[in-house]
């Protein structure tokens, strides 16, 4: 058994081994950052379509968040060696506080989305784009140097016997070893 086998804490919630807090997170950050990067446009254009794309990234970016969130949050309770890490409530406290800040941001153009903006928005939108490259380091902490999520290497060996000796995880275009050799023919 290896040192990463002992130290791997495989996340509470996955599908097929794959767990699902980390594929849900390019979308809220995708979203809350395409909300900067919209308020911009509207201040430097006076287009109100840049104005109304910033509201609803505001909106889908809360929402996939807050489902990110569902998924982060039983690993946070589940895993305890998690809630020992200071990366963990880095991670988890400032995620928080980006989403609160967003759904401020969100309330001040809720009566008005063509309105913009304004200076407030688009400082809420930098500050979550801020808070966002923080809790996104942190995450990275999370797996890469804590191996918080990351399926061991005894288990990855027991989903391919389950399947038939092909890993579920193989790269597109890998083909399984064949038993018998092929002929040169």
Request: net charge negative; hydrophobic share 55%; charged share 15%.
């Amino acid at each position: 058994m290896s040192f990463q086998d002992v130290d791997a804490k495989p996340s509470r919630t996955a599908i097929a081994g794959h767990p699902i807090h980390p594929m849900l997170v390019p979308f809220p950050i995708a979203f809350l950052v395409g909300a900067l990067v919209t308020d911009l446009a509207f201040a430097s254009t006076d287009d109100p379509f840049w104005a109304m794309a910033s509201s609803w990234l505001l909106l889908a970016g809360i929402v996939t968040a807050v489902a990110a969130a569902v998924f982060g949050l039983v690993d946070f309770l589940g895993i305890p060696q998690v809630r020992s890490l200071n990366v963990a409530w880095v991670h988890f406290l400032g995620n928080g506080a980006a989403v609160l800040l967003a759904i401020w941001n969100l309330a001040q153009r809720w009566a008005d989305p063509v309105a913009g903006a304004g200076g407030l928005g688009i400082a809420l939108s930098a500050i979550v784009v801020a808070i966002l490259l923080v809790t996104g380091w942190m995450g990275g902490e999370l797996v890469y140097r804590h191996r918080i999520g990351v399926m061991s290497a005894a288990e990855e060996e027991r989903r391919r016997a389950q399947v038939g000796g092909v890993a579920e995880g193989a790269y597109a275009g890998e083909k399984p070893e064949r038993d018998t050799p092929r002929s040169g023919l």
